[in-house]
Nanobody, 119 residues
Framework: QVQLVESGGGLAQTGGSLRLSCAAS????????MGWFRQAPGKEREFVAR????????DYADSVKGRFTISRDNAKNTVYLQMNSLKAEDTALYYC????????????WGQGTQVTVSS
């Protein structure tokens, strides 16, 4: 049974930082591309960042480029999202997702961790 469990969310002030973690189990983590997505109240889920199975390739949404950094530790089956210079518009439920390296769509999703940024 595949599980993705996010943690590290919480309340931060504008300009502050948070580090999200997503621990994966039940899959061969090193074969999966990993992504972070978010959904704000009343809005659709949107892409935030992704990292390839080998960590060679990383992509970011324009809205977070230069502020967020995605990384992974295959030995710990964990993907991270370091979020700096947080803005109120970063407030959302953040999800991690796993996509096998031969697949187009994401196969597995976590339950999400809430990030709230206040001024």
């Amino acid at each position: 049974q595949v599980q993705l469990v996010e943690s590290g969310g919480g309340l931060a002030q504008t300009g502050g930082s948070l580090r999200l973690s997503c621990a994966a189990s039940g899959l061969t983590f090193s074969l999966y591309n990993m992504g972070w997505f978010r959904q704000a109240p009343g809005k659709e889920r949107e892409f935030v960042a992704r990292i390839s199975w080998s960590s060679i390739s990383r992509d970011y949404a324009d809205s977070v480029k230069g502020r967020f950094t995605i990384s992974r530790d295959n030995a710990k089956n964990t993907v991270y999202l370091q979020m700096n210079s947080l803005k109120a518009e970063d407030t959302a439920l953040y999800y991690c997702a796993a996509r096998h390296k031969v697949n187009i769509q994401y196969n597995y999703w976590g339950q999400g961790t809430q990030v709230t940024v206040s001024s």
